[in-house]
């Protein structure tokens, strides 16, 4: 095996570049446990830790992307980004602070959790609720090209990136209002999710005259995926009734309808942490929760700030 | 391949490292530091906790080769040579927070993490903290005990904190 460790961002493409089979190794929080029981031997191991870029962050606004930005380093701890950026992606700071245990959150990025691509990494349903406009970073020799997150996930630990590309960062566009996320596991720490849900409202602004609400779902299909359906009833019901504007209660019909939708939209199996029909059961009640909670918070801001 | 870092403020060098090896394993069983213990092997169990640059990490989880020219603490670190055990560990003897002793050193440097960035935790504080080492033996009650008392002592005394 091979141990490689470029000084920096344009030596660890040409380092992937040159030997594509290379695997990248940041926090190790997942690779190492491969390796320690020798599920995997890669011929060679590429280490990112050397390169401090992937562990910054900036905010800005960017092409293509509506409104201010957190370009996000893909090597930030989670630790970090839950110290850092509770205000600016509440959903993935919330999410972050339910990966593993401290130690783990001082070595596991949001990178890694893309690169691995696991159905039940814990910052994929943040990173769809935040909006299709969640932008991942790919890096090769060839260039950079921005991947929705919508695009991203194509099979089970199966992402799109091409075997030449590093994840340089992700664009996730600020909070526009409450975010929140759930998570289901045996106990409070060191759990991977039996299922998960991020849920997140964006309401109207003067650049965007409908409101529109992001989900996504974790560990109850073969890639971390969005409720389309769902968010499509959410958004016309609160339009329709002028919800976003005078905020209040939404009615235990459609809390209900947007909890049945969310988890007809899961395929979740029978696995070992977990039956397919206890997933589903546990999706709705986080929608339902995770959506009773925003709406509480939104309605909340409407009225401090009236 | 060679691997060259700082543990415990010395500098040290070990030779003919799987290019696949955890630090745990370079610890123990290339450079004399068996305090570090091995158990889960998956970041589970925490008693392979140590600081790498100033974070607590679990060692089994972080490649050896990742650590070159980078600054180790372990538990091995944690006694002063002039004025005896940290605080931390004086308060886990008191306590009667060590019964194996198995994951006695990843608790130690986790709470000796925890006691730096919060003198003063609360009980939910602690457990958050140590989330991530578990105990088959105590229960857990003695280790809170111990964490308590650590912190209670740091602050009666802040000039003979742990530096």
Redesign the interface.
Known sequence: ???L?PATWDEALAAKAADPSALP?S???D???E???DRH?PA??L?L?RIGELTTWERGTFEGQRGEVIRLGAAV?Y?RITAELSDALPGLAIAGNTV?????R??GSVGGNLGGASPAGDAHPALLAAGRDVLVEAESVRGTRLIPIDEFYVGVKRNSLAADELIRAVRIPVADGPQTFSKIGTR???VIAVCAFGFALHPPTEHRALGTVGTGIGSAAPTPRRAPEAELFLTEELAERGLWHRGGLLGPAVIQRFGELAAAAASPIDDVRGSAAYRRHALAVMARRTLTWSWNDYTQSLRSAA | MRVTFRANGRQVEADDVWEGESLLFMLRERLGLPGSKNACEQGECGSCTVYLDGATVCSCLVAAGQVQGREVRTVEGMADPDTGLDPVQQAFVDAGAVQCGFCTPGLLIQTHALLDRDPQPGDNDIREALSGNLCRCTGYEKIMDAVRLASARRCATPSEATP
């Open positions: 095996m091979e141990f460790r190794i926090g190790g929080t690779v190492m446990v390796l320690n029981f031997r060679a191991l280490d830790n701890p630790s593993g245990s401290p130690q783990i001082n070595r409070n720490a060191m």
